[in-house]
């Protein structure tokens, strides 16, 4: 089975889909003599299938379109008021064409087309750091809708050197969106992307990450936290890197602030920092830490709230892995 698969060979054209779509019907009729096609089935199947090829084409026509009208000279400042109405208008029509390219690119071919039209590099080097924040999160939404589970489109971005420009966003920018949407763009980059997380080390990711979870901003601070999660589960030869710079600390830290269920995935990290790794266990059960006594008024606080039972959960383990006095050299031990 798995060798007539590798020898099939697949059609390259409208007329071989045809062809294709003639001999399964052919196949499924079973083994007695089948009937030519009419050409009235003919006609149809061919207008079918042509439609399908037309709605990919103008699929692509509508990306260089909308890539026109990015690529279109900025106005220039010193043209008198009355052209404010104008630029204005022109910005309107960047966001629309940056709306456009984000549906049309969660599509992965075309996230790859979109790709090879220069499109990514536009991103990049023109938007990312444009003055009007609303073209700076588009930029960086598009950015992140064309790497979502696209190596080869990811592999492109770090070429062109994207991740520092995003970590810089999250880090700093002035609008809230645009810090939320770097973020995203970071973790679609990075996640179960191992150039991409040695690139995000390399940076000083998680620092980006640890002064996010401080944020203002209840996005940012849930993103950041939930990213530190995934990452340090999926890699837990990181933990080591995070320990050092202090991130225990940090993490009992943000959970003194008001209760809030981005704690959930704070709690979860503090979990995989103390699992298998005793300075992460060590610096937990610090005295000078507080965080047993944390431990038991934050479970207090959220005892018979259904709502907050993964956050409640997390505690009980954090607490079993740090201070359970009778398995306190089993610094693994499962609940």
């Not at 700093?172 to 997380?197: F, H, I, M, W």
Request: proline share 5%.
């Amino acid at each position: 089975m798995s060798d007539n698969r590798q020898n099939r060979r697949y059609p390259q054209n409208l007329q071989g889909v045809l062809q294709l779509a003639v001999d399964a019907g052919s196949a499924a009729e079973g083994p007695s003599p089948p009937e030519p096609m009419s050409e009235e089935r003919k006609t149809w199947l061919r207008e079918a299938l042509s439609d399908v090829c037309r709605g990919q084409m103008d699929e692509v026509e509508q990306m260089k379109q909308c890539l026109a009208v990015l690529r279109k000279d900025e106005p220039n400042d010193k043209e008198p008021d009355a052209e404010e109405d104008r630029e204005e208008d022109e910005e309107d029509e960047r966001e629309s064409a940056f709306d456009t390219l984000s549906e049309l690119c969660e599509n992965l071919d075309n996230a790859r087309d979109l790709m090879i039209l220069g499109g990514l590099e536009l991103c990049v080097s023109r938007y990312l750091c444009h003055v009007q924040g609303g073209l700076r999160w588009r930029a960086a939404q598009l950015l992140a809708s064309c790497a979502q589970n696209m190596p080869q489109v990811q592999e492109h971005l770090f070429k062109i050197d994207v991740l520092p420009k995003l970590l810089q966003l999250t880090d700093s920018d002035p609008n809230p969106t645009v810090r939320v949407k770097a973020l995203y763009a970071v973790s679609c980059l990075v996640r179960e992307q191992e150039a991409g997380l040695q690139a995000f080390v390399a940076h000083d990711g998680f620092s980006v990450l640890m002064r996010g979870m401080q944020s203002e901003n209840e996005k940012v601070r849930t993103k950041s936290a939930f990213l530190l999660l995934c990452l340090l589960s999926s890699n837990p030869e990181h933990k080591e890197t995070v320990v050092s710079m202090g991130m225990v600390q940090q993490l009992v830290s943000v959970l003194r602030t008001p209760h809030s269920p981005f704690h959930e995935h704070v709690l979860g990290a503090l979990c995989c920092l103390v699992e298998d790794f005793p300075q992460g266990l060590e610096d937990c059960r610090n005295p000078a830490l507080g965080l047993e006594e944390l431990l038991k008024q934050r479970t207090k606080e959220l005892h018979g709230k259904e709502e907050c039972q993964e956050q409640l959960d997390f505690c009980e383990r954090l607490r079993l892995l740090c201070f359970n006095r009778q398995q306190t050299d089993d610094v693994g031990m499962d609940r």
